[in-house]
């Protein structure tokens, strides 16, 4: 037996409790994995509330997010004893989760730990650190380099946005926040951010060209911010765009792309090759310091994570949450 969050739906309403369960209850996979940390994201949150139609089949475990030690295994790449890592593949929508002590899984859905990062470490990155790796490596293929100028994070106090600026920042790129915080601004000028602007210059319907201000961008607002950053990127600039905070509309014209030949690179983590995931966690066991995991993560335990649902979704959390599966 082992306990997990469980989300049960009933006359079209969902109800996620702190349950035990066995083993047996688990779906079909070659892997059984020990669980030791999982994360709660925005989208596990969105699936503990009911906010939006995130799980596919209920009884459903959330947890996009995880990192355990393999228990048995009849995949050939896995032996029990592996430490391995998974993020997104419809797991804790379609798939049970992370949030439980045990995962039973598909084996290629896993990569294998890094050497040099920690359970821990891992899941204070998770599925936002390794999609703002993505990010990072995109304007990295797509020619920006710190020479180019500016690189704009917008959401910069979300987990994605964090991680982001932390990451250009060691990369050596002179990093220009966007947040509507102004109680974060020491935590972005920690992580390395140059400039801080407000949420508001972008949030609002623009032009169709704005000003040259940066030569690239990451982005996980969408909606006019995601337009107006298009607007405001330099000739030949690249926008990695990874979210829809703001609306999943695109209220812009081709003006950006036909005229300053910039490229707007669409980010999915969730079905990301296994090659694409390796070379991402591998670049970051090389670039993230310790002492950014202990500034951008707070550890709490599994029954908690029913509390921290809702201001995760209202935009009172700032950083990472990590979830010791076993307190």
């Not at 592996?82 to 899984?105: C, I, P, T, W, Y």
């Not at 972005?188 to 000003?211: F, N, V, Y």
């Not at 695109?250 to 036909?258: G, R």
Request: hydrophobic share 45%; proline share 4%; glycine share 12%.
């Amino acid at each position: 037996m082992f306990n997990a969050i469980v989300i049960n739906k009933e006359s079209e309403q969902y109800h996620s409790i702190l349950s035990e369960l066995d083993v047996i209850d688990l779906p079909e996979g070659d892997v059984l994995v020990n669980v030791e940390y999982s994360t709660i994201n925005y989208k596990d949150a969105l699936a503990i509330t009911g906010q939006a139609p995130v799980v596919r089949q209920f009884p459903m475990i959330p947890g996009i997010d995880l990192v355990g030690k393999v228990e048995q295994s009849s995949n050939g790449n896995f032996k029990a004893g592996d430490l391995v890592l998974l993020n997104g593949f419809g797991v804790g929508e379609s798939h049970m989760g992370g949030l439980a002590q045990k995962a039973r899984l598909k084996g290629e859905w896993l990569i294998k730990l890094p050497n040099n990062i920690s359970p821990y470490t891992a899941m204070a990155i998770g599925t936002a650190g390794y999609t703002a790796m993505l990010c990072v490596l995109a304007l990295e293929q797509n020619g920006v380099s710190p020479q180019n100028g500016d690189v704009l994070v917008t959401g910069a106090t979300g987990g994605v946005g964090s991680f982001a600026i932390g990451l250009l920042n060691k990369l050596g790129y002179r990093v220009v926040a966007s947040t509507g915080d102004e109680a974060q601004f020491a935590y972005l000028t920690s992580l390395g951010a140059s400039e801080i602007i407000a949420r508001s210059e972008l949030s609002e319907p623009g032009k169709p060209l704005m000003k040259e201000r940066w030569a690239g961008a990451i982005d996980s607002v969408g909606s006019h911010t995601l337009a107006n950053v298009c607007a405001s990127t330099k000739y030949g600039g690249t926008v990695a765009a990874c979210g829809l905070a703001q609306g999943m509309d695109f209220p812009a014209t081709v003006a950006p792309f036909i005229l300053r030949g910039i490229t707007l690179a669409g980010i999915d983590s969730v079905m990301r090759p296994i090659a694409d995931r390796e070379e991402a966690w591998q670049r970051l066991s090389d670039l993230i310091a310790p002492s950014m995991i202990e500034q951008i993560s707070t550890k709490i335990g599994l029954k908690e994570c029913l509390d921290i649902a809702e201001p995760l979704l209202n935009g009172e959390v700032t950083g990472r949450i990590v979830v010791d599966v076993n307190a």
